[in-house]
């Protein structure tokens, strides 16, 4: 028998954790913890640079086509499933587009001489938060409870999570701190939609209690 995630009142904690990121990136409006952000994404941007061409790959999977195919993919389980899981990633989406609306951060290749954007696509919104952070953080938490992924797959996803969130810093469209935020929301939105699947009895997740 493969060996599953179970982690009590898992949904709680991740919308709580999730709370916990997003009000941490929101430090950024802060003097001092907008230097912070700024030296650590120049320090961690050259750092990765050698890497570049790697995460420009798993850039595709942070990219809005890529989520909602996957999304789609959940009405196989189920068309409440499926309606479930679209109504709460479009929420979130709604929430960070209106978080970036009132926000209007820079992105660090517009503020920062020294920074090169190498996204194959240009960003033409805000900075903070980070959208793909938001979507590969969902789809990673959420797909595993869908369709009750052992704990190898379901770890490989949040694996490909955080490459593709440290790509927003390396290809130099956000900051670290927007990345946290990002997360934050994915993580949030996943913990909504694992309670809703509990509530409503939509799958048997190894991630659900």
């Not at 802060?30 to 995460?55: E, K, N, Q, V």
């Amino acid at each position: 028998m493969p060996l599953t995630l179970a982690f009590p009142n898992c949904p709680l904690l991740l919308a709580a954790g999730g709370l916990v990121l997003v009000g941490a990136g929101l430090l950024y409006r802060l003097p001092g913890a907008a230097r912070w952000d700024a030296r650590t994404f120049l320090f961690l941007h050259a750092s990765l640079l050698p890497a570049t061409a790697i995460y420009r790959l798993l850039w595709h999977l942070g990219r809005t086509f890529t989520a909602l195919l996957l999304l789609a993919a959940t009405f196989l389980a189920g068309w409440r499933t499926g309606c479930v899981t679209l109504l709460v990633y479009f929420s979130a989406v709604g929430l960070e587009r209106a978080i970036k609306l009132r926000c209007r951060r820079p992105r660090p290749f517009e503020s920062l001489e020294t920074v090169r954007m190498d996204q194959p696509h240009q960003p033409r919104d805000p900075s903070f938060p980070s959208g793909d952070a938001l979507r590969v953080w969902f789809l990673a938490l959420v797909a595993p409870a869908v369709w009750g992924l052992p704990v190898l797959p379901a770890l490989t996803m949040c694996l490909l999570a955080a490459l593709v969130s440290l790509g927003r810093v390396a290809l130099g469209v956000h900051y670290p701190l927007d990345v946290l935020a990002g997360t934050g929301l994915g993580l949030l939105a996943a913990g909504l939609a694992l309670a809703a699947f509990q509530i409503f009895g939509l799958v048997g997740s190894p991630l659900l209690c």
